[in-house]
């Protein structure tokens, strides 16, 4: 079985406290994206887990997200034997970006499991799988357009983003998420967003308000040296919102022209290897026919 798995950006990210079970509280709104890992699995003999794919910066053991998730499935379903599983990975969405690959491929396995072993589990119960596996999974099972709070778990879907392009451009460096949420921890003072203006924005409709309300706290806390200019870059063909994602170093622009979203992909791609014209999609896992 092949699925597809979409990236998200983030078009608010705001860390809100500490839950007493000692992770972060997120306030996130999400938006899945047309830009795909294929992620295909199948059962074989035996109870391994294989991970195969020709990307050598993949791994291939229990550290890869898609391996946890094909665990966590198993655990909560009792399955113990006749669970081997091959799952091949062809990764498309930058790595260690902000736009949650690791994730799309851990939803991904998810959803695909759920189907070859006719568990039928209800949507709510795959997002509860997904979140023992990372913050983003539970949304990149869900996908579309919603806010997702909590540890990511809770998730309330919003009118979709509509008649917009969107352009990633992804700087040459990594960031560590681990890392990220630890600077959030240890700075002095972070200023929080305007969650409440942000979702009077998204469920009015309000495209101009919206992209005045956006907003990522990690901007205070990540050094991305390469920002400002792609954010310069974008603005100078109209993008109507620039942001980073996630934890980053992945920054976004919106745009309402295709014609100058087009333009601006053409231009950083003079200058930056990771870039991705693209638009906001409905879906984030799909069965590939």
Same mark, same amino acid.
């Given at each position: 079985?092949?699925?597809?798995?979409?990236?998200?950006?983030?078009?608010?990210?705001?860390?809100?406290?500490?839950?007493?079970?000692?992770?972060?509280?997120?306030?996130?709104?999400?938006?899945?994206?047309?830009?795909?890992?294929?992620?295909?699995?199948?059962?074989?003999?035996?109870?391994?887990?294989?991970?195969?794919?020709?990307?050598?910066? +993949?791994?291939?053991?229990?550290?890869?997200?898609?391996?946890?998730?094909?665990?966590?499935?198993?655990?909560?379903?009792?399955?113990?034997?006749?669970?081997?599983?091959?799952?091949?990975?062809?990764?498309?969405?930058?790595?260690?970006?902000?736009?949650?690959?690791?994730?799309?491929?851990?939803?991904?396995?998810? /959803?695909?499991?759920?189907?070859? &072993?006719?568990?039928?589990?209800?949507?709510?119960?795959?997002?509860?799988?997904?979140?023992?596996?990372?913050?983003?999974?539970?949304?990149?099972?869900?996908?579309?357009?919603?806010?997702?709070?909590?540890?990511?778990?809770?998730?309330?879907?919003?009118?979709?983003?509509?008649?917009? /392009?969107?352009?990633?451009?992804?700087?040459?460096?990594?960031?560590?998420? +681990?890392?990220?949420?630890?600077?959030?921890?240890?700075?002095? $003072?972070?200023?929080?967003?305007?969650?409440?203006?942000?979702?009077?924005?998204?469920?009015?409709?309000? &495209?101009?308000?919206?992209?005045?309300?956006?907003?990522?706290? /990690?901007?205070?806390?990540?050094?991305?040296?390469? $920002?400002?200019?792609?954010?310069?870059?974008?603005?100078?063909?109209?993008?109507?919102?620039?942001?980073?994602?996630?934890?980053?170093?992945?920054?976004?622009?919106?745009?309402?022209?295709?014609?100058?979203?087009?333009?601006?992909?053409?231009?950083?791609?003079?200058?930056?290897?990771?870039?991705?014209?693209?638009?906001?999609?409905?879906?984030? +896992?799909?069965?590939?026919?």
């Amino acid at each position: 079985m092949i699925v597809k798995a979409a990236a998200k950006i983030n078009l608010m990210l705001d860390v809100t406290g500490i839950l007493p079970n000692g992770y972060h509280s997120l306030f996130m709104i999400m938006q899945s994206v047309g830009c795909y890992d294929k992620v295909r699995v199948d059962r074989i003999d035996g109870n391994d887990i294989i991970i195969v794919t020709d990307d050598e910066r +993949v791994p291939k053991d229990k550290s890869n997200i898609a391996y946890k998730a094909a665990e966590a499935f198993f655990e909560y379903n009792g399955i113990k034997e006749k669970r081997g599983v091959e799952i091949e990975i062809e990764k498309n969405i930058p790595m260690a970006a902000g736009l949650a690959g690791g994730s799309a491929d851990g939803a991904a396995v998810i /959803f695909a499991l759920d189907k070859l &072993f006719n568990t039928d589990l209800p949507l709510f119960t795959l997002c509860e799988i997904g979140e023992k596996v990372g913050a983003d999974v539970p949304f990149s099972l869900h996908g579309g357009t919603a806010l997702c709070t909590d540890t990511g778990g809770v998730i309330a879907p919003l009118p979709k983003l509509e008649n917009c /392009f969107v352009v990633l451009c992804k700087p040459p460096m990594d960031v560590s998420t +681990v890392g990220a949420y630890r600077q959030i921890d240890e700075a002095n $003072r972070i200023r929080h967003c305007d969650k409440n203006a942000m979702l009077f924005a998204m469920k009015n409709r309000d &495209f101009e308000l919206m992209c005045r309300k956006a907003g990522n706290v /990690f901007e205070q806390v990540i050094e991305v040296p390469l $920002r400002p200019y792609i954010k310069t870059t974008m603005k100078k063909y109209e993008a109507a919102l620039t942001l980073m994602s996630g934890s980053g170093p992945t920054v976004y622009g919106v745009f309402k022209d295709e014609k100058k979203a087009r333009e601006c992909a053409d231009k950083l791609r003079e200058e930056f290897d990771d870039v991705i014209l693209t638009a906001p999609c409905e879906k984030s +896992v799909e069965e590939v026919k």
